[in-house]
């Protein structure tokens, strides 16, 4: 039946035919067009949909927009910067040491990103709030956890916890201890080790774990959402900004804001595909540097 | 064993940083989590039992599993056309669209939800072309399953490209050499090698879905019975400061996300061997 010594028909039936490939990546750019470019490029034009002035006074001239915006400035970075520390601690726990439970805490990481935001702000919410089991001591102390800043940076710290540390682990343990045990033997210590050995060889990946962590914080709704109270000027963040003058029919004011959001996703978008790039062409000119070592022996 | 030691006998810091890493998760995470439980404690077993199996309830944790499932299912079939393309063939601008692959988990949801339901409105980009069919994509409950596609997308698409530039071409060549068709190819060769890829990213997809808030509520309208998801039906609870029942509520969804994670595990390991 099939004569397989005609090597055009078995190049045919190795690859797809033509007409699948042309309708096939029809079909993936029309999905990925659909799907993501239309909504992308709607963000903008419905904040721009009254001009350039307009958005300006949008942004900076409503001044509870204008103090969620200050307030997700604060609320971002001091979730990252516990992330961050958590993250290194973690990852060098993990990626260089072996101990019991070591694959059940691994998983354990993960579990944020199973458990819905709005539950994450309901426990919090159940902790720390005036029914709460740390309340009475709380309010004796007036010290306030939920529907103040405090809550905030719980809850986005909550969400986004496992990002960093999940970014560090598989690149420290592809590393490998080597270096490091190499530094430790000629008498480097603790924060040396830190400084001159670690943080510059995972530095990528580490940056890469700071901005993607940072545009999940400033974009985190569901938990914030319970534990805000969504006093507006006071506790609104920029997604709760949106979804305010959202129901309050304020569709430019609400684009006007969630264009910022949209450019801060491209921006993390941009770094990622560059730090990709940079690392692929990183390996490609360690492989030729080992090929002209292997060459030269 | 000595093997094993080594790093913690050379290696700065071993305590130190399992030991924070234990406080900090024990704070951040399980202090929280056990909260929650205890609150859902408080109820007596009837009243947990009446908070979880209400008319409401049922229909929010029926909603909300089955927007999932929709939603998942059709990401691996999008989500598998874009993993193929981007893998087995070159075209201008490919690189720019395997860039925006990744657009969802950047996009903030609250942001996502806003334009969907944007652009299904009766006078949206899409919702003029679509309304007049007697197509409702936003306050529905095709809405939900259109934000939740969106959400979910890169999960299926990321965990199948490796394994799909892990095939081994000359695989796909024996099988043409051995006279099966290019589908017969597909179907029998290609197919098998990626499937568990495509259920990962499947369960993922839908694991998300479950939890998700940020976006379905801003284009679902949130009707109690009708387009309620579970996660809405907590808030209001709350605001009705029903925390009980909130947690109640909360309990069965984590039950539900964990179960799935759980059966992801189980599927992954009885795959691996099953291939092995």
């Known amino acids: 039946m099939h004569d397989t010594s005609n090597p055009v028909r078995l190049l ?18 029309g999905v990925m067009v659909a799907l993501v470019g239309v909504p992308l490029v709607n963000v903008f034009i419905e904040a721009f949909a009254d001009g350039p002035r307009v958005y300006w006074e949008n942004l900076f001239h409503d001044p509870d927009t204008f103090h969620s915006i200050l307030l997700t400035l604060m609320v971002a970075p001091a979730a990252v910067f516990l992330n ?7 990852a060098w726990a993990i990626a260089r040491f072996r101990f019991p439970g070591r694959t059940f805490l691994t998983a354990l990481i993960d579990l944020p990103f199973t458990v819905s935001p709005v539950v994450v702000g309901l426990f919090l919410l159940l902790l720390f709030g005036r029914q709460g089991f740390f309340g009475e001591w709380l ?46 033997s000629l008498g480097a210590r603790g924060w040396q080790l830190l400084r001159r050995i670690t943080l510059p060889n995972i530095k990528w990946a580490l940056l890469y774990g700071i901005i993607l962590s940072n545009a999940r914080a400033m974009g985190e709704f569901g938990a914030v959402f319970v534990v805000s109270g969504h006093i507006a000027g006071k506790t609104d963040t920029m997604p709760l900004r949106i979804e305010k003058l959202f129901q309050e ?13 949209a450019m801060l996703a491209l921006v993390t978008l941009g770094v990622k595909t560059a730090l990709e790039w940079k690392t692929r062409r990183e390996l490609a000119e360690g492989k030729k540097l080992r090929a002209v070592a292997v060459g030269g022996e | 064993m000595a093997a094993i030691d080594v790093n913690r006998r050379v290696l700065p810091g071993f305590g130190l940083s399992l030991g924070y890493t234990l406080f900090y998760m024990g704070l951040v995470v399980m202090v929280p989590m056990v909260a929650g439980f205890l609150k859902a404690a408080d109820l007596s077993l009837g009243e947990f039992w009446d908070a ?5 309830a049922v229909a929010a944790y029926t909603l909300t599993v089955g927007a999932s499932l929709v939603s998942a299912l059709v990401n691996v079939v ?17 690189g720019l669209l395997d860039s925006l692959v990744d657009f969802p988990f950047a996009l903030p949801t609250a942001v996502a939800g806003l334009v ?64 099966a068709s290019r589908l017969q190819t597909v179907v029998r060769v290609t197919l098998p090698a990626v499937l568990p890829a495509i259920v990962t990213g499947f369960a993922l997809a839908f694991a998300r879905s479950l939890g998700e808030y940020g976006s379905v ?44 994670l759980f059966a992801i595990n189980l599927l992954e390991r009885w795959m691996a061997r099953h291939h092995a």
């Open chain 2, 116 to 179: 969907f339901s944007a652009l299904f409105v009766e006078n949206g980009w899409y919702g003029r072309f679509l309304v007049p069919l007697g197509i409702e994509g936003a306050y529905s409950r095709l809405g939900i399953v259109l934000v939740l596609v969106f959400i979910g997308f890169p999960f299926v698409v990321r965990t199948l490209q490796p394994v799909i530039e892990g095939l081994q071409r000359d695989v796909e060549e024996a099988a043409a050499c051995l006279g």
């Open chain 1, 139 to 184: 309010q004796a102390h007036d010290i306030k956890i939920v529907f103040a800043f405090p809550g905030l940076v719980i809850a986005t710290a909550f969400v986004t916890f496992p990002v960093v540390a999940r970014e560090l682990i598989p690149v420290m343990e592809a590393l490998g201890a080597e270096e490091e045990i190499a530094a430790v």
């Open chain 2, 52 to 56: 979880v199996s209400s008319e409401r």
């Open chain 1, 12 to 29: 045919r039936a190795h690859e797809d035919p033509p007409w699948v490939r042309r309708a096939f990546i029809l079909g993936a750019v």
């Open chain 1, 84 to 90: 961050l520390v958590f993250g290194l601690a973690a």
């Open chain 2, 217 to 260: 509520v801003f284009i679902s309208g949130n009707m109690p019975f009708r387009t309620e998801i579970a996660p809405v039906l907590i808030v209001a609870r709350l605001e009705e400061f029903a925390y009980a029942e909130a947690a109640a509520i909360a309990v069965v969804l984590l039950a539900i996300s964990f179960t799935t």
């Open chain 2, 78 to 94: 999008l989500g598998s056309l874009v993993a193929w393309v981007l893998v087995r063939y070159e075209f201008p601008l490919k």
């Open chain 1, 249 to 261: 029919y304020n569709l430019p004011g609400s684009f006007a804001v969630a264009s910022v959001l």
